[in-house]
């Protein structure tokens, strides 16, 4: 198996919490997430990469899926353009918490790799990224953000005990 793609993954998600990755409520009350990567203030327009659509499960857990779709390159050795999105169609933002970032990361990873390798080779990568475990590689990552996330998971729980 060609492991090059182990060393950009690791890379990716030990820079996780660098990544300027922000969550987003819009005015048609659906939420998503990207990679912000430029802000025009003549026009209130944000430069979003890779956007993704956030959708709760009702067991609380959630999915992402494609938002928007951008082609990979316009031409040879240019990057794709970034999708326009106006600032008045955002109910709320937040810099996304780095758990959060991660399934991102993980989610964009798994799309570009698909259809570079056959199906079981990259069965074999979805199966070695799924049990990918950051706590054992650095326990200090992340260390507020499991007990914030249970205080969440508490107040959804017992919303008339806050």
């Known amino acids: 198996m060609n492991v090059e793609w182990k060393a950009i993954f690791d890379a990716l998600m030990d ?13 048609d009350g659906s939420y998503i ?12 327009i944000l430069f979003l990469d ?3 659509s956030i959708k709760q499960k009702r067991d609380g857990s959630i999915a992402l899926e ?16 970034p999708i326009e999105l106006h600032c008045n169609k955002i109910i709320a933002k937040t810099e996304a918490p780095v758990s ?19 199906e079981d080779e990259f069965q074999s990568i979805l199966d070695e990224i ?4 950051l706590d054992k590689k650095d326990p200090t990552i992340d260390s507020t953000i499991d007990s914030l996330m249970d205080l969440y998971q508490k107040r959804l729980r017992y919303p008339d005990k806050n």
């Open 50 to 52: 890779l956007p993704v």
């Open 15 to 27: 820079g996780a919490e660098d990544i300027n990755i922000h969550s987003y409520r819009l005015s």
């Open 130 to 133: 799924h049990s990918y475990d």
């Open 100 to 118: 959060l970032k991660r399934d991102y990361i993980k989610y964009n990873f798994l799309d570009k790799l698909h259809g570079t390798f056959d």
């Open 66 to 81: 494609k938002w928007m779709f951008q082609s990979e390159f316009e031409e040879e050795n240019f990057p794709s353009q």
């Open 33 to 44: 997430m990207a990679e912000e990567m430029d802000y025009d203030p003549n026009f209130d």
